[in-house]
């Protein structure tokens, strides 16, 4: 059964803003006992993560390549974590999942990863 959902994806031009939402689906899933994270994956490269969160939210990690142009950010009571991508860039264009870990204090990479959703495309055209 599907665990993470993701939403908010679409087409946006560059400059252009995109909110990403994840959801768990299921009224069992323990949300709070996973650190979260958004991964993309554009058509011929690897996975690459792009913005973690820890259980509380009160800590975040960004990729240098989105810092300063997207927030992550988790609603615990909403089962939710979002990703709001400002400034947004054809570069940026890329299938972008959430992950549910575990394992870690925060996400590093996607080893461990127990939960994936099955992704939303974002495409920023020029």
């Known amino acids: 059964q599907k665990q993470l959902a993701e939403s908010g994806g679409g087409l946006v031009q560059a400059g252009g803003s995109l909110r990403l939402s994840c959801a768990a689906s299921?009224?069992?899933?323990?949300?709070?006992?996973?650190?979260m994270g958004w991964f993309r994956q554009a058509p011929g490269k690897e996975r690459e993560l792009v913005a973690a969160i820890s259980r509380s939210g009160g800590s975040t990690n960004l990729a240098d390549s989105v810092k300063g142009r997207f927030t992550i950010s988790r609603d615990n009571a909403k089962k939710t974590v979002y990703l709001q991508m400002d400034s947004l860039k054809p570069e940026d264009t890329a299938v972008y999942y959430c992950?549910?870990?575990?394992?870690?204090?925060?996400?590093?990479?996607?080893?461990?990863?127990?939960?994936w959703g099955k992704g939303t495309l974002v495409t920023v055209s020029s």
């Open positions: 299921e009224r069992t899933f323990i949300f709070s006992a996973y650190t």
């Open positions: 992950a549910a870990d575990a394992h870690v204090p925060i996400i590093t990479g996607a080893r461990g990863v127990d939960y």
